[in-house]
């Protein structure tokens, strides 16, 4: 017992040093919303990939979850954070992540399947930063979803980074797939989160992203 607490403060302290972190960076060396935004998108998911080694039970990831939550809805309605919140557009993105890393702990932790946590958390902290990133430096196939936009060179890369992600997950987690069927896998669950992106608006993807790739998971694994 001693030790889920002391492995909870020690999470929690890092989560709250990175949001520091991301103050700094951007109130005091004018980095942009858009890179503070995915610095803390990106390390928060790598942090969350402790959450197997060192918390035993889903309540300690609800605490987690559930307290970073409510310190981000109230970020939106008294306007701090501004790392994180201070963008020209509506969304709903940073409170939906701790709900889908619940979400993969609970699956994780039915399943005893380390795959069924990392991949879907891997892929969105990983592949949506690098799609939205590459897209908007370089916004090469710009195409119309819905009012919004995307690009292609964003989505390809997303589809690429997923692809190497399950590579590198299948085999490091010793998933013992025939090839046909790991490439078969890999291509469907890459394509599947890569439409998934490319057709959510306004943060969802922080939900649908992790809940479509459990779904695959679950239908081809």
Known sequence: MKTEIFN??????????????????????????????????????????????????????????????????????????????????KSSGSILYPISVYICYLVYNSTQHYIYFYLPILILAICDPVAALIGKKWPIGKYKVGKGSKTLIGSTLFFLSAVILCLILFSLLNMKLSVPHLIFSTFVIALISTFTEAFSRNGYDNLTIPIAVLLMLILLI
């Open 8 to 89: 909870i403060c020690i999470l929690a302290g890092s989560f709250l040093l990175l949001f520091t972190v991301a103050e700094l960076l951007y109130h005091f060396l004018n980095v942009k919303v858009e890179l503070t935004r995915k610095l803390v998108h990106t390390g928060t998911g790598l942090l969350t990939l402790l959450f197997p080694v060192m918390l035993s039970n889903h309540w300690s990831v609800l605490l987690l979850c559930g307290s970073f939550a409510l310190i981000l809805i109230f970020s939106l309605k008294f306007q701090f954070l501004k790392s994180i919140n201070a963008i020209d557009r």
